[in-house]
């Protein structure tokens, strides 16, 4: 029998017919009826027969679930530790934030404390212009002047407290 495919091979059994005629396997693997292994538009496809490295791996694979398996317990257990570690450090950021807002931020620079104290102004009633409204030396001098005026204006008496 021909083979479209393979040429001159072997027929190796003739069984099941149909309305068409006896189906022929071919030694190379190819099937069909006379008629239809007689027409070249005829594809003599063996049926596919499944790649035996299919079923090898697919072993393998079967043989190494356990291993997977534990392994996707070991990593479930990271991520779950990693989670927990990662709600710590939230918990440790939102405590430091917290003592960071009890610490007292110094309201004049050391030089301004040092002229107040030395001249006797009291740092509450200055304005600091500093950065984040730090009391600088120079705020202090101004505080210390502007007292002197005052204490000057309240010495000799206004038009207003007169009248
Ligand atoms: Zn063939």
Redesign the pocket.
């Known amino acids: 029998m021909n083979?479209?495919?393979?040429g001159e091979?072997q027929l190796l059994s003739t069984v099941n017919n149909t309305v068409q005629g006896a189906i022929h396997y071919?030694s190379?693997?190819?099937f069909g009826t006379a008629e239809q292994l007689r027409d070249p538009q005829y594809d003599?496809k063996?049926p596919a027969a499944p790649d035996p490295r299919v079923g090898e791996l697919e072993a393998q694979v079967a043989a190494h679930a356990d291993t997977i398996a534990a392994h996707e317990d070991t990593i479930a257990t990271h991520v779950a530790t990693v989670e927990e570690l990662q709600a710590q450090l939230a918990a440790k950021d939102e405590q430091i934030a917290a003592l960071q807002a009890q610490v007292p931020q110094p309201v004049a620079t050391p030089a301004a404390e040092a002229h107040a104290e030395a001249i006797g102004v009291d740092l509450t009633q200055v304005e600091g212009t500093g950065v984040d409204g730090k009391i600088t030396k120079p705020d202090v001098v101004a505080a210390a002047e502007a007292a002197t005026a005052d204490a000057g204006a309240t010495d000799t008496t206004t038009p207003e407290q007169a009248s």
């Open positions: 083979c479209l495919r393979h091979v071919l190379c693997g190819c003599p063996p």
